[in-house]
């Protein structure tokens, strides 16, 4: 492995949701965590980058309605 794929696997999602929608991703396009690793660099790092961007929409979206909820909630 490379100083890049190990960084790019270092910077991995700390929140367990955030692992689990990484993993759903990956999931959707035929893959697990483990066989994304064994992916050439460039490949792997692309579709890691693509299930990050899910991953953060998808928190993005929770954590937005969450505060529209609240919002309804408490008026």
């Known amino acids: ?4 794929h190990n ?8 929140s367990s949701l955030e692992r689990k929608l990484i993993a759903e991703y990956l999931l959707g396009k035929g893959y697990r965590m483990s066989d994304v690793r064994k992916l050439p660099e460039p490949e792997m790092i692309r ?5 990050c961007r899910y991953a953060a929409l998808r928190l993005a ?3 937005s309605r ?5 919002k309804i909630e408490t008026h």
């Not at 579709?47 to 299930?51: N, Q, S």
């Open 1 to 4: 492995m490379t100083v890049l």
């Open 7 to 14: 960084q790019l696997m270092s910077e991995c999602p700390e």
């Open 47 to 51: 579709l890691m980058k693509e299930a």
């Open 61 to 63: 979206e929770i954590e």
């Open 66 to 70: 969450s505060k529209f909820r609240h």
